[in-house]
């Protein structure tokens, strides 16, 4: 696929990954951006600083479940890449209200996909060539890891969560319109990701706010369930290598090969503040555990060798390097994770089933 200007349609633009994503083709490519996002809590416009009235930069609100208005952004924009990003994606979240996960998941990706073929469809042979709809999954649709082994390409699907299994409904979705309608379809299924602007819920930017506050650091159970973390701007950068250069009909993983129990992200997170700005003790002490997730899938890992080895891609970014460069940001720029905290209540705990 040419890497010249291109119309790209990236559903979830204002979202943690989605927005880094959509940072990445403003700053680093000649590619015209619309950003299809809903806004919903997790959405944070402040995530895309300058972008507003950017030449090469849109924004359209509205829903991927609503029919028309993918049909309206489809005519209106006329992209030539969809990378789908938009999702519900807290597990926590998915126990306590697992409905909303399936309708944005599974009824939104199939809106998503009708509007993509009719696309599709009414373009000239040379432009459906080069037309490209980009899935973008997390490896917990694999389900849980023992202590040893990792994620492929071809690992079955084992979905433990809400939110896992409507990913697993999507990927399906997708793999289905590629292979019955032949949409030119590509997949990627990704590890936990970290690092600047990430909405204050998830556990890394959760503990450096409520470290800074004093209060106490909640681990799940013994904080001894491994994550592969995969540093944000590394995934965007996979993600735009692989729409670009990506094989139709193909998925990739794409971690970070660091893999860390919570306790260890935890105590890390602390030693760094400890550092940068020590209080009377270690925050090592605030930290507490409590009860754990219901199903928490003990280990995640993905094998990435073949986004590497197939398209040269690996991640720059050691857990080292970027979760200290995340709490620097974390550090400098308190005005924006504060102003969620004043009107969302993302820091509280969910999912106790």
């Avoid at 860390?260 to 890390?268: A, C, G, I, K, M």
Wanted: a negative charge; aromatic letters at 10%; proline letters at 5%.
């Amino acid at each position: 696929m040419p890497s010249n200007s291109l119309r790209v349609l990236v559903t979830g633009g204002a979202g943690f990954i989605g927005s880094a994503l959509v940072r990445r083709l403003i700053a680093d490519s000649d590619h015209h951006v619309l950003n299809f996002d809903k806004l919903t809590y997790a959405a944070t416009l402040t995530s895309l600083p300058g972008l507003a009235d950017h030449p090469r930069y849109r924004l359209l609100k509205a829903d991927i479940c609503d029919a028309e208005a993918v049909a309206h952004a489809f005519t209106s924009f006329d992209p030539d890449v969809v990378v789908h990003l938009a999702a519900e994606s807290h597990v926590d979240r998915s126990i306590d209200g697992p409905g909303e996960f399936i309708q944005t998941n599974v009824v939104g990706t199939f809106t998503l996909l009708q509007g993509a073929l009719r696309h599709y469809r009414a373009l000239s042979p040379e432009r459906q060539s080069s037309f490209r709809f980009h899935h973008v999954s997390t490896d917990e649709v694999f389900g849980s890891l023992g202590a040893e082994g990792y994620f492929t390409e071809t690992t079955p699907y084992d979905p433990r969560s809400p939110y896992s299994a409507s990913k697993a409904a999507s990927d399906h979705l997708v793999q289905a319109w590629g292979h019955t309608y032949g949409l030119p379809v590509l997949s990627t299924n990704c590890s936990n990701n970290y690092g600047p602007y990430h909405f204050p819920e998830k556990l890394i930017p959760l503990m450096i706010i409520k470290a800074l506050a004093g209060e106490p650091l909640p681990v799940y159970g013994k904080g001894d369930n491994i994550r592969d973390w995969l540093f944000v701007e590394d995934h965007a950068r996979a993600l735009h290598l692989v729409f670009e250069q990506g094989v139709v009909g193909q998925s990739y993983n794409i971690g970070g090969s660091c893999e860390r129990t919570n306790l260890h992200v935890v105590e890390t997170i602390c030693d760094i503040l400890d550092g940068l700005r020590p209080g009377p003790k270690s925050y090592r002490e605030q930290i507490s555990f409590v009860a754990d997730r219901p199903g928490h899938d003990r280990r995640y890992a993905i094998d990435a060798a073949k986004i590497r080895d197939q398209l040269g891609w690996t991640p720059s970014h050691t857990f080292e390097t970027g979760i200290d460069h995340t709490v620097r940001w974390y550090l400098a720029n308190e005005g924006w994770w504060r102003d969620i905290l004043n009107r969302t209540n993302a820091a509280d705990r969910r999912g106790l089933g």
